[in-house]
């Protein structure tokens, strides 16, 4: 989960220095992750749909 929350917040723009601070974490963990996801491209797209490519939207079941 906390690899989620570093890339979500590394996508809403914050520098590495903001989050580690938050987070209470080195600035290398969070450069590593943003690194990564940066390179595997994980997240591509979804800041433009609010569904990623290939989902179909949830549906609420009773």
């Not at 979500?8 to 903001?18: M, P």
């Not at 938050?22 to 797209?45: F, I, Q, S």
């Amino acid at each position: 989960m906390q690899r989620a929350q570093i890339v979500l917040a590394c996508g809403s723009g914050e520098t590495n220095t903001a989050i580690a601070k938050r987070m209470g974490l080195a600035g290398m963990t969070v450069g590593k992750w943003r690194k990564r996801d940066r390179e595997l491209g994980r997240w591509k797209g979804c800041m433009t749909s609010s569904v990623p490519a290939g989902l179909a939207p949830m549906r609420a079941t009773r």
